[in-house]
């Protein structure tokens, strides 16, 4: 069973700085891609950032240019570093990963971190 563990979330101020970690159970090799997303009150789960096994990135539109995703591989873990925040980033952020095998697809969730931005 493969278990993903969040921490770093917590109280900053609006052009803070946090840098999220997203811990595996396993080897975080055998996954295709891992990724962060984010839930606010009220709004949909929303893509943050995803980062491939060849270490290919992608971000949400509203991050870009202040997020960083980055994993290692050797401490199964996967990082989002979070600059330049604003109060709009405050939501809940989980960490999703990804493993695909033949045509079925197995997605693996976090319990979640809260990350909260004061004006």
């Known amino acids: 069973q493969v278990q993903l563990v969040e921490s770093g979330g917590g109280l900053v101020q609006a052009g803070g700085s946090l840098r999220l970690s997203c811990a595996a159970s396993?080897?975080?090799?055998?996954?295709?891609?891992m990724g962060w997303y984010r839930q606010a009150p009220g709004k949909q789960r929303e893509l943050v950032a995803t980062?491939?096994?060849?270490?290919?990135?992608h971000y949400g539109d509203s991050v870009k240019g202040r997020f960083t995703i980055s994993r290692d591989n050797a401490k199964n873990t996967v990082y989002l570093q979070m600059n330049s925040l604003k109060p709009e980033d405050t939501a809940v952020y989980y960490c999703k990963a990804v493993k695909i095998r033949i045509v079925t697809s197995y997605d693996y969730w976090g319990q979640g971190t809260q990350v909260t931005v004061s004006s």
């Open positions: 980062i491939t096994s060849g270490g290919s990135t």
């Open positions: 396993g080897s975080i090799v055998s996954f295709n891609a």
